[in-house]
């Protein structure tokens, strides 16, 4: 199972350091054209959900693999799980179904990473 958590911890980093170094790389338009909600949002937090995107990815991943404070890898997790919590609610304000479905099964594995790390499965 440790291997399985492993795996889930990856596929998350990966997703949410691409996810924050766009929004993080890209100018506000051009980030519109691709993600229409971010027209609900200032340059500057739009920023800063990249930002917290990409530390949490590497939240989920280098204290484990290091061994060195591994309590922030289920805190990294359980941060992501808030983050697409106000995704789900910012797309439900926007009545985008498909995106909210997408954020859904992000929030549940990260959630399931959070459970694993912060119970049976402990670093």
Same mark, same amino acid.
């Given at each position: 199972?440790?291997?399985?958590?492993?795996?889930?911890?990856?596929?998350?980093?990966?997703?949410?350091?691409a996810?924050?170094?766009?929004?993080?790389?890209?100018?506000?338009?051009?980030l519109?054209? =691709?993600?229409?909600?971010? =027209?609900? *949002?200032?340059?500057?937090? #739009?920023? *800063?959900?990249?930002?917290?995107?990409i530390?949490?990815?590497?939240?989920?991943?280098?204290p484990?693999?290091?061994?060195?404070?591994? #309590?922030?890898?289920?805190?990294?997790?359980?941060?992501?799980?808030? #983050?697409?919590?106000? =995704?789900? #609610?910012?797309h439900?304000r926007?009545?985008?179904?498909?995106?909210? =479905?997408?954020?859904?099964v992000?929030?549940?594995?990260?959630?399931?990473?959070?459970?694993?790390r *912060?119970?049976?499965?402990?670093?």
């Amino acid at each position: 199972m440790n291997i399985v958590i492993w795996i889930l911890q990856s596929l998350l980093a990966v997703a949410f350091l691409a996810a924050g170094a766009m929004k993080i790389s890209q100018p506000k338009e051009k980030l519109e054209a =691709a993600m229409g909600w971010v =027209a609900d *949002f200032s340059a500057p937090m #739009v920023r *800063f959900i990249g930002a917290v995107e990409i530390l949490a990815a590497l939240g989920l991943v280098l204290p484990a693999a290091t061994g060195i404070a591994t #309590v922030l890898t289920p805190l990294a997790a359980s941060g992501l799980v808030i #983050v697409m919590i106000g =995704a789900i #609610v910012t797309h439900a304000r926007r009545k985008e179904p498909q995106v909210i =479905a997408m954020n859904a099964v992000l929030l549940v594995l990260a959630a399931v990473v959070a459970w694993a790390r *912060f119970g049976p499965y402990a670093l």
